[in-house]
């Protein structure tokens, strides 16, 4: 979503059927988006919503883990992609000084 004139970025996590879990491809657009309002001098906050009624995020999704570790029982890096993105978005909003703001419905 795009940075509000106040300079609110809004950002929903879509994943209802999965409760919001956190996979690696959630996880890397989040961090696509935060980059890119990082750089924007207008972003001050980012507004994170849910679509979901039932969750807001129930962490990372261990399904998705559960199947790559199936296919590769040496795998590791879907833990490291999907474990360390909240930390990595979390680092690429510092440098900024974004604030996070939590909501609720998209």
């Keep these: 979503e795009d940075v509000g004139a106040k300079g ?14 956190a996979n690696t491809e959630m996880c890397e657009a989040m961090r696509e988006k935060v980059r890119g309002w990082g750089e924007d001098v207008g972003a001050k906050a980012i507004l994170l ?5 039932r969750a807001f995020c129930s962490g990372g999704d ?8 199936r296919e590769d029982p040496a795998t590791t890096l879907p833990v490291v992609r ?3 993105g909240g930390d990595e978005v979390s680092n690429t909003v510092l440098p ?4 996070r703001v939590a909501g609720t419905h998209c």
């Design 8 to 21: 609110l970025a809004s950002l929903c996590l879509d994943r209802p059927k999965a409760l919001n879990a």
């Design 49 to 53: 919503k849910s679509s979901s009624e």
């Design 62 to 69: 261990v399904k998705a883990l559960a199947v790559a570790l």
């Design 82 to 84: 999907m474990h360390g």
């Design 96 to 99: 900024w000084r974004i604030r």
